[in-house]
């Protein structure tokens, strides 16, 4: 059973088409890496997938239950890391993820584990709005994973991190975490790396879907010209 | 369900602790206005009708503040989003936030209802509390059921800070209305009357009464 089916997928906003006849099919532990300029719909296909918009047409599966009638069963089984970290500027790191994992049923351990995880525990204690932008990601990344989902959906997961950052959140949200994962990148290169399937999408509609290994970074490259 | 009405709860007070943006706001606007009704009216005291009216129309406007601010943080740092990738019982937060407006009227009626009686009120506070205690809590209830509904309907809306108290005055109304009606006998010079339990009945039943439409509708304001 596919981790993600999409089949003629349509989601507009008011007259704008944000996605439409998206289709695409992804195994359990592979990457999907969606590219695409601003605009193209990544953010919109995430959300979609994340529960977060309503299909308009076509029909979405995650882990073979259908959106948006049996969203309840996905809920809990996903992780969204988006533009936006889903925290509270006011309240500290942990008191963030102490929040979520109490929506989430999780145990106290794992948000100091996961503190420990993306190296916050010393600021843990200080409320968000006097953190950085790198460390506030670091926080969202932990806040992402936090209930161990099964399915991750990153928006440019690594926009704000230095490389050592980059580094500390890798076994959380790489490659090596073994997670499905569909990520909405701009960078052609570093993206295919990671990417077992390419999505370009221009406009809301798919532009190109292959076997990453078909395909070139030039040709990702085309998509923003 | 309790469990996250809890961690909701939680989250709301620890937010307005380090804000400090709603309860300071209700009693500031609250013991502000009784002071220009003191001067207005150039009286020291009243009572019954015009106390009574008094007293709910400021509570009411100043209920409102909080209502505005009510789901602003949730809408502005994406905690809509994240609540709704939980696998919880949406109807979770309605009943958080209700809570959390509640509270917040509980703690700024503890200083603006001695102030009104300090700065307004003819008849001694004390021989109208116990009754008063009981019309506040309608109030207070009604006004929350009715302050998380409109809340939720128009945190999303660019004008939230005009529609919000457009569509609230309206559907409160009803709350001043049997509010001051039961109040006023309590607030009368000489012997207190009793309580009216008439109005305290339209109270509790308009209150049940929002309070199930509030449930009915909540799940629908929170879909895209």
Partial sequence: ????????????????????????????????????????????????????????????????????????????????????????????????????????????????????????????????????RGMVQRVAVARAVLHGPELLLLDEPRANLDPAAVELVEPLIGASSGLTRVIASHDPAGGLAEADLVLGLRAGRPALLSPATEIGAAEIAGLYR | MRRTVGALLRKELLV?????????????????????????????????????????????????????????????????DGFLLAPVDRSAMLVAKALTLLAYLIAFELVAVPAFALLLLGPPLGQALPGLLAVLLLGDLGVAAIGTLVAALTVRTRARDLLGPLLALPLLVPIVLGAARASSPLLSLGRPGALPARWLVTLGLYDLLFGLIAYALFDFLLED
């Fill in chain 1, 1 to 132: 059973m596919a981790a993600v089916q999409v089949e003629r997928l349509a989601r507009r906003y008011g007259e704008r088409e944000a996605l439409s006849d998206v289709s695409l099919s992804l195994e359990p532990g592979r990457t999907l890496v969606v590219f695409g300029p601003n605009g193209a719909g990544k953010s919109t296909l995430l959300r979609v997938l994340a529960t977060l918009l309503r299909p308009h047409e076509g029909s979405v599966r995650v882990f073979g239950r259908s959106l948006p009638r049996e969203a309840w069963a996905v809920r809990g089984r996903v992780g969204l890391l988006g533009h936006e970290p889903l925290l509270y500027r006011e309240l500290t790191a942990r008191e963030n993820l102490r929040f979520h994992a109490r929506l989430h049923n999780v145990g106290e351990a794992r948000v100091e584990e996961l503190l420990e995880a993306v190296a916050m525990t010393e600021r843990a204690a200080e409320p968000l709005r006097t953190l950085s």
């Fill in chain 2, 16 to 80: 307005e602790l380090r804000t400090l943006e709603s309860v300071p706001g209700m009693t500031l606007f609250a013991l502000t206005t009784f002071v220009v009704f003191h001067f207005a009216l150039n009286r020291n005291s009243i009572d019954g009708d015009l106390a009574a009216g008094i007293l709910w129309v400021t509570l009411l406007f100043a209920a409102i503040l909080g209502v505005n601010r009510l789901f602003v943080a949730d809408a502005d740092q994406g905690g809509f």
